[in-house]
T-cell receptor, first 112, second 113 residues
């Protein structure tokens, strides 16, 4: 089992819809969770981080964390074509040195 | 302020040659990380520096890979006797001592012919 798993997609949504991206992790002791956006040919860009169970909202983005079920999700409201990118879920494992363990990423395509 | 910078942005080399990749972290960031992103492996951790020390080198794939950091700032990742499987994008990230959020540089795209 991979430490961080994501559906590779592509996830295709129409402009204006809600895009829902999911991630599961295997280390029950993990405390820190991150979502990065990566455009083709570019480096990862931090979108959100979340440490506590529940929802965290920032503009059109909402991160959701459920430690009991070991999943973290990212919702993008009012999706725009400019949101089309690969979204990487990353986890800091318990007992580590803050190194990020990444999922394979989910490719999101927002079509007009 | 300035973000993480890396050089060169692209590097083409011949199999068997040595290469050096450079990372300049965000000013004041004491933690520095190297990652590698390749098509088959995704984004994987290589090494972590806190100041000039590297307490976690667990991701270095072989003894051909080494890294150092001087003055608590610039870091150099060296790959000796490059192989074609070393072709990837090498990414550097930094974070402050009080935060876990890491900010990535633009990466160095390495192609080994």
């Amino acid at each position: 089992q991979k430490e961080v798993e994501q559906n590779s997609g592509p996830l295709s949504v129409p402009e204006g819809a809600i895009a829902s991206l999911n991630c599961t992790y295997s280390d029950r002791g993990s405390q820190s969770f991150f979502w990065y956006r990566q455009y083709s040919g570019k480096s990862p860009e931090l979108i959100m981080f979340i440490y506590s169970n529940g929802d965290k909202e920032d503009g059109r983005f909402t991160a959701q964390l459920n430690k009991a079920s070991q999943y973290v999700s990212l919702l993008i409201r009012d999706s725009q074509p400019s949101d089309s990118a690969t979204y990487l879920c990353a986890v800091i494992l318990s007992g580590g040195y803050n190194k990020l363990i990444f999922g394979a990423g989910t490719r999101l395509a927002v079509h007009p | 302020g300035a973000g993480v910078s890396q050089s060169p942005s692209n590097k083409v080399t011949e199999k068997g040659k040595d290469v050096e990749l450079r990372c300049d972290p965000i000013s004041g960031h004491t933690a520095l990380y190297w990652y590698r992103q390749s098509l088959g492996q995704g984004l994987e951790f290589l090494i972590y520096f806190q100041g000039n020390s590297a307490p976690d080198k667990s991701g270095l794939p072989s003894d051909r890979f080494s890294a150092e950091r001087t003055g608590g700032s610039v870091s150099t990742l060296t790959i000796q006797r490059t192989q074609q499987e070393d072709s990837a994008v090498y990414l550097c990230a930094s974070s402050s001592s009080t935060a876990e959020t890491q900010y990535f540089g633009p990466g160095t795209r390495l192609l080994v012919l």
